[in-house]
């Protein structure tokens, strides 16, 4: 398993832009997939994208078009990038490594979580 330590959440304005980084450590990260998952206020965690091995990726509909996730192997770091922010996007964040694209027990190592609100 690999440790994971997240950044880059923060208060932003509807229609900002943010970029979320998930920093690796330990060996596998390469073969691994790194799911994005969020928790709204209030309710249970969900599935945001996912990038796998070779960089293919996955994502929830509600986000299509406005979140890209990839990767950079050689740095071990994945990304969220986050455009036209809605409300509804405010959410705690999670970067997690594991076998899984979609389903939160295929994935074993996860991040601390960080804050991304969206107001005004």
């Known amino acids: 398993q690999v440790q994971l330590v997240e950044s880059g959440g923060g208060l932003v304005q509807p229609g900002d832009s943010l970029t979320l980084s998930c920093s690796a450590s330990?060996?596998?990260?390469?073969?691994?997939?790194i799911g994005w998952f969020r928790q709204p206020p209030g309710k249970e965690r969900e599935f945001v994208a996912a990038?796998?091995?070779?960089?293919?990726?996955s994502y929830t509909n509600s986000v299509k078009g406005r979140f890209t996730t990839f990767r950079d192997n050689s740095k071990n770091m994945a990304y969220l990038q986050m455009t036209s922010l809605k409300p509804e996007d405010t959410a705690l964040y999670y970067c997690a490594a594991g076998d899984g694209i979609y389903f939160e027990d295929m994935y074993d190592s996860w991040g601390q979580g960080t804050q991304v609100t969206v107001s005004s």
């Open positions: 330990g060996r596998g990260f390469s073969n691994l997939y």
């Open positions: 990038v796998g091995p070779n960089g293919g990726v």
